[in-house]
Structure formats: C-alpha cells, structure tokens
C-alpha cells in the first residue's frame, strides 16, 4: 500500500464480504478481521487480491525482515544524482536557444530517462495496478504527470527546436512549443521518493514493538521428564503441567509456579519493579521475566498465547490499530482529487481544441494541469517537516516517530508518567545507613557484597568503594538465593541479607542487614534514587497547564513517596501491565487527551493505547516500538520539550498543507485558461515546493 486510500480500498473490499468486518492499518500495513460467517483465510486473501494487493496471516516468523526503505534509496540517490545537473542543463537550453549544439537532446534525455523510468518505477507501477483495477491515487497523478512531462519534453525537443528565438521574455515562456519539462518529471520523480522513504522508515518503526515483544519471548525451553533427566524443546512445545528449567541468565519461557529451587528473578521488564523479586517453592512467575543467581524448576500454568506476555501483545496490537482511523489530509481527499484533475485536464484539452483549433497549445494547456495540480508540495508538506523536526529535536533529546504523534499532542491536557527508569533510575542506591561504626559497617558489607551481582549488593558495594576505597577480600563466600550473601572477611564470618535473613519482618522500604560473627552492626535503607531534573519538569508540565499522574507498578508507600519529592498530586500505583492500559483508557474516558511516558515492557500497552506515547531512550525496545516519541535524553526535562516541539512541528505542517491545497486550488483554473504554460507551471510548482520547505526550515531555531 502506498497511501491511505490504499488502505482505504482494501478495507472497503473485505467489508464487502458477508459476516465480516475488517480495520486496515496503513501503518503497520496489517487488516484486523472478525466475522459472523464461515469464512476461510483464503477467501480473505483473495478479495485483497482482488483490490490489487497482496496480503498473509501474520504469525512472528512472517514478520518482515527487510528494510523497505532500502530499495527507495537507491532509487532517491540516482534520482538525486541526476535531478541537480539536468535542472540547470535543460533550463538553460530551454530558454538560450543559441547554446543548444549537436545532440543535445540525446545528452538531456540520457541524464532524464533513468529518473523518470527506474527510479520513478515504483509510482509508475502502482498506478498501472491501480488502472488495472479501475481506481486511482496521487501515484496515478504523479505517474501520468511525469510521463506526460516527458513526453511533451521529447516531442518539443526533437521537432520544435529549431524554433527561431524569442523577441521577449514573455514569448518565450508564454508560447507553447519547444520548451523542455525533463526537469519538472525528475523533480516529481525526487520530491515524490524522498516522501516515500521518509513514510516507510516512520511504518517501519511503528511495526518494531510488536516484534520486540516477540524477541523478549525465549525460544527454546529445558522440559523436565518424569525420571529426571531433561531435554531441549522449542518454547511452542511446551505444554501446561509440564516442569521446566530456568538457570541463571535465562529468560523464563512462560508463566508458572516454583516447585523446587529459589532465586532472584529480574521483573523490571512486566511489572516495572527496579529491584529483582525473590522467588521460592510455591511462588508465580511471568514468562518473559529473567532468572538470576539461582536455578528454578517451574510448573506451566500458561503457555504460548494464554501468557502475560502473549496478552501484552495482543494490547499493544489492538492499540495501534485503534490509531488506524485518523488518516493524513492530502490522502483523505485524494479520491476526489485526483479524478478531478484528470477531468479538468481533459475538459482543457478538449476545450482549447474547440476554441483555438491549434493541438500544441490545448496539449500545453493540458499539460499545465497536470503538472501544476502533481502534489509536489504536498508529498513535502509533512515529511520536511518531520525531518527538521527530528534533527532539532534530538539537539533537544526528543525523537518524533511519525505524523500521528503531531496530531496528538495539539489536545494533551494530562500526562502520566512511570516511576522506575522514567521518573527515577532505574538504579537502587543506599539513601541511609545506621551504625555505631559507619565506616566498619560499610567494609564488611561492601567486601562481602562486591562478589554478588544483585542490585542490593552492587548499590552497597558503590557506595562502600566511594567512601572507603579499595575493600578487602571475602573468603568462603556463599550465596544464599532469597536471603543474601555470607563470607568470611579478616577472619570475621559476614552475613549481609534482608530482615528475613536474621528472622526480623521485612519493611516498606528496601533494608539490607550486616553481622559480624552473628552481631548485628548495621543496617542499609535503600531506594531507587529520583533523576535530578523531575521536580523541575514536572513543574514546567504544571505551568503548561497540564495535569500529571504517577502510575506505576511498584508499592503505594514508595510510589507515594517519589511521587511527593517530585509534585505528582495523583498516584496510581500497584498496577499490572494490563491495569496500565486500563487506568489511561478510564483516564480518556473522563474526556482527557492523554499522554503516556514510560520505558519498559509493562508500559508498551498504555504507551500505545495512550494519544501520545513517549518513551524514554534507555527502556525496552518494545517501549520504543509502542511510543509516538522517544526521547533521547534520561532527564525528565525532556518531557515538556517534548509537547512544545510537537506542538509546533504540527503548527508548521498544518501551514504547509494549507499553502500546498491553496496553491492548486489557485493555480488550477489559470493554468485551464492557458494563462500558464508548462514551464511556468513547473516553476510555480517548484516555488510552491520552496516554500513549504522554508516554512519546515523554521523550526530549525525552534526553542
């Protein structure tokens, strides 16, 4: 599909179909269907065959590969290559008649072909499927519009040039023989193609979060046999009931309960929890999750498309495709511009044939059409934008994926906001020690933890070294799974562990406890440490006259707590993935416009069912995939930067396209009287194109 009335037709053909009911997304190039019917797949298949498409059902091996920008820029950098030198030659030999020397028009249309025939294949291509099945698009426009370019220029070259030189300026570029429009059809040719390959990097990276949900999934799983022993089987093969092995490092193939084994499992990436969960005999655990430090037999509860990961999948999917109706201007009207245009060209054609009688000057007039109405500044209007956009924005640490994020974040009056690696870290650090000996308690504990690679441990372990410098060496160390660690440091047995360790209740906070010689002598408070410029972006998001929300899915008291240190009045906290997507939607419900921030798995299902979507850089790449912005930056700060940049970028665009229609509602029907030639035709058009980029160009000093 090239555009949205692509999209448009297909969706129209399935619906055609008794009993089903069918959403295309454009931009993830993918049909949802449901039905009432007995209706096959390939009865599907073939009615999008049958609107000149082709299509498959989507399983994650079919997931495309292939860059599809690829094959556009080999055709954009010949088109780009040529485009320059053959302005500037046909031009000139246009106008100078006296500089034209023997063959010339061979060398112009050696440097012209290969732009308006390779590069240009792809547009000429859709248009003749789209004729095929009696329809069109702005590639019918723009092909009919390059080749009727070209062909004039060749006639005009090869038996009107010898046309004796003009009197005037006005005469020559007002007469209709013996001009050259090559420049014009390579001029689409590049314009059109640098859209096209900006449009399918943007799709491409709004199809990436479902197939890194995909990567996050293991691929093969350890199943254990009734007598022991334990063979290796792809994750599908797994069954419910069945016990598998997750080791050190491994990812955990699907959901399930510990039967034997303890560890520490990292969840940060499904439920957002910075600190790794300690897991036992009888504990649940997600699929998708990380074990570390310690081998666990699990019984499957859920497997393949019944796991929480499955199900974060399918959210983020029926996310994105709910986006799927708020399509770009110049594609909505498309489907009545462009029959409009062949229209009047024809209805010029015919009308100077009746009333002058002379076919050069009703084939200019004609021609005039085409190519002042070929959507040159509309191809531009958006993707110069986004492209200014982007290079401004990554100096400001804000990366705007597509279109859909402009048209979202005009409305945003509330922004809700993740805790672990958004607002704070990510990262645990020690906020507080008690100890009568503060630097002994620091050494021991610092010495036995240095061997342990639990961010308890390496948070200890930090600041003991910042403090105190190099730390002795630990003997006899042991690693207990759930509880802590345990060595022997200058002859002294050390136990460093949570309360349960030493039979003392656990607390809200994070609390790590060390002994010596089985004497308490001090005990650690841990936190996940706030960024340094929340405070002040949440203030200026406050001043913006927006409304924030903390959601996250850790703990009510410390989510309270961080919430406090930065001025979040709203927290929403304790909340799993799905619960995420739920409490943005409510929040949407009550009539807000909403945009998200987050950075890992748990929050790709609310990024992307959010109206703006914002993820931080150093989150998952399923995060990534989901959101409508990336901001480049860890700081907070960035946020409304964020906003404003969009804001304006959308601001710039709405401009573009209203100069862009302006234009050829302007120009169209002066060029249908014949008061535009060709090649006034095609300069306005390129003056139209210089403009909207200058207008782009402004959101260079944007600040």
């Excluded at 959403?23 to 065959?49: F, H, P």
């Excluded at 053959?86 to 072909?113: E, H, K, N, Y």
């Excluded at 093969?237 to 309960?257: C, H, N, Q, S």
């Excluded at 960024?531 to 006259?545: F, Y």
Aim: proline share 4%; net charge neutral.
């Amino acid at each position: 599909m090239t555009c949205a009335a692509c999209a448009n037709r297909v969706e129209r053909k399935l619906n055609k179909l008794d009993g089903v009911r069918a959403s295309v997304n454009y931009a993830t190039e993918k049909a949802t269907v449901s039905t009432t019917e007995d209706v096959t797949v390939a009865e599907l298949i073939a009615q999008v065959e049958n609107a000149g498409y082709r299509a498959h059902v989507v399983t994650p091996e079919r997931e495309p590969e292939a860059d599809p920008s690829r094959p556009l820029w080999h055709r954009l950098v010949l088109a780009v290559l040529l485009c320059a030198p053959l302005g500037d030659v046909s031009i000139t030999l246009a106008l100078v008649p006296s500089l034209r020397f023997t063959g010339w028009q061979w060398v112009v249309l050696a440097m012209a072909l290969p732009v308006v025939t390779w590069a240009a294949w792809p547009l000429h291509r859709a248009a003749a499927i789209n004729a095929r099945h009696g329809s069109s698009s702005m590639d019918t426009l723009v092909s009919v519009g390059i080749i009727a370019s070209t062909c004039w220029s060749v006639y005009g070259m090869f038996f009107e040039a010898d046309s004796a030189p003009a009197s005037s300026l006005w005469e020559l570029v007002s007469r209709p023989g013996g001009a050259i429009y090559l420049d014009v059809a390579a001029g689409v040719t590049t314009f059109v193609l640098a859209g096209r390959l900006f449009e399918a990097r943007a799709k491409r990276l709004a199809g990436g979060a479902l197939r890194a949900l995909a990567e996050v999934a293991a691929r093969e799983v350890s199943v254990l046999a009734e007598d022991g022993t334990e063979r290796r089987v792809p994750v599908g093969a797994l069954r419910v009931g069945e016990k598998f092995l997750a080791r050190p490092g491994e990812t955990i193939a699907a959901d399930g309960v510990v039967v034997d084994g303890a560890a520490a499992v990292d969840a940060s990436t499904m439920t957002g929890e910075s600190v790794p969960v300690e897991v036992t005999e009888g504990d649940p655990v997600i699929g998708g999750t990380v074990a570390m430090g310690g081998r666990l037999v699990i019984a499957a509860t859920h497997v393949g498309e019944d796991t929480r990961l499955a199900q974060l999948v399918r959210l983020v999917e029926r996310a994105q495709s709910e986006k799927a109706g708020v399509q770009r201007l110049a594609d909505r009207i498309c489907g009545v511009f462009v029959p409009a245009v062949f229209g009047l060209a024809a209805l010029t054609l015919l009308g100077w044939l009746l009333l002058d009688g002379s076919p050069g000057r009703a084939i200019a007039a004609a021609l005039a059409v085409l190519i002042i109405a070929c959507p040159c500044a509309l191809g531009l209007a958006t993707p110069t934008a986004l492209m200014v956009a982007t290079g401004r924005g990554a100096y400001l640490g804000v990366f705007i994926k597509g279109h859909q994020a402009l048209e979202s974040a005009r409305a945003i009056d509330t922004v809700v906001l993740d805790k672990t690696g958004t607002i704070t870290t990510g990262r645990m650090a020690v906020t507080e020690v008690r100890a009568e000996d503060r630097a002994l308690a620091l050494r021991l504990a610092g010495a036995v933890e240095a061997a342990s690679e639990h961010a308890v441990a390496l948070a200890i372990t930090s600041l003991a070294r910042e403090e105190l410098g190099e730390l002795p060496a630990v003997t006899q160390f042991e690693s207990l799974p759930g509880l802590g660690a345990q060595g022997t440091v200058d002859g002294h047995r050390v136990r460093v562990g949570s309360p349960r360790m030493f039979g003392q209740d656990g607390a809200s906070a994070t609390t790590a406890l060390v002994s010596r010689d089985g004497v308490l002598i001090g005990r650690f408070t841990l936190a996940d440490s706030v960024k340094p410029t929340a405070a002040e972006a949440v203030a200026r998001l406050h001043r913006m006259g927006l409304r924030t929300v903390l959601l996250t899915g850790d703990n009510e008291t410390t989510a309270r707590a961080v919430a406090e240190q930065v001025g979040i009045p709203e927290v929403i906290a304790g909340v799993l993935p799905e619960d995420k997507a739920a409490a943005v939607r409510a929040l949407r419900a009550e009539g807000r416009a909403v945009a998200m921030v987050g950075d890992g798995v748990n929050d790709a299902p609310a990024l992307a069912c959010a109206d703006l979507g914002m993820a931080v850089v150093t989150g998952t790449d399923v995060a990534l995939g989901a959101a409508d912005l990336i901001l480049v930056r860890e700081e907070l700060d960035v946020v409304p930067r964020a906003i404003g940049l969009a804001r304006a970028t959308l601001r710039t665009i709405r401009g573009n396209l209203v100069w862009a229609f302006g234009y050829n509602v302007a120009a169209l029907p002066l060029a249908a009287f014949g008061l535009l030639t060709p090649l006034i035709a095609g300069a306005t058009m390129a003056l139209s194109s210089l403009f909207v980029v200058s207008n782009s160009l402004r959101l260079r000093s944007y600040r």
